[in-house]
């Protein structure tokens, strides 16, 4: 086993662990979004951990899907977020829909 490897498999290692104690956090958490941090922490140390699989393998390659997977663990916990938030994943209009404009004397135009 040459140092490097060593290396990469103490990483390895040290994430397991630390995905474990996301998940325990995923499962006592005791409010909503502890929970969804949770997950979103262990989305991330999923990727660390693809990344260096792909370095400890030797294919670059790996590296795509890890990136394609922090993409999809970004838009995932954006959707949850909001799902929590508004109870729907539809946009709230009247949240975003701008003031009508207003004259000098305080009426619509």
Partial sequence: MTFASAIDFTVGLMLVGAMLL???RLFIGPTLYDR???VNAFGTKIVLFLAV???AVG???SLD???LYALINFVATIAILKFFSYRSLEVALDEMA???AR???GEGA
């Fill in 22 to 24: 996301m998940l325990v």
């Fill in 36 to 38: 969804v941090l949770a």
């Fill in 53 to 55: 699989f792909a370095l």
């Fill in 59 to 61: 294919r670059a390659d």
């Fill in 65 to 67: 899907i890890a990136l």
């Fill in 98 to 100: 701008p003031a009508p």
């Fill in 103 to 105: 004259d000098d004397k």
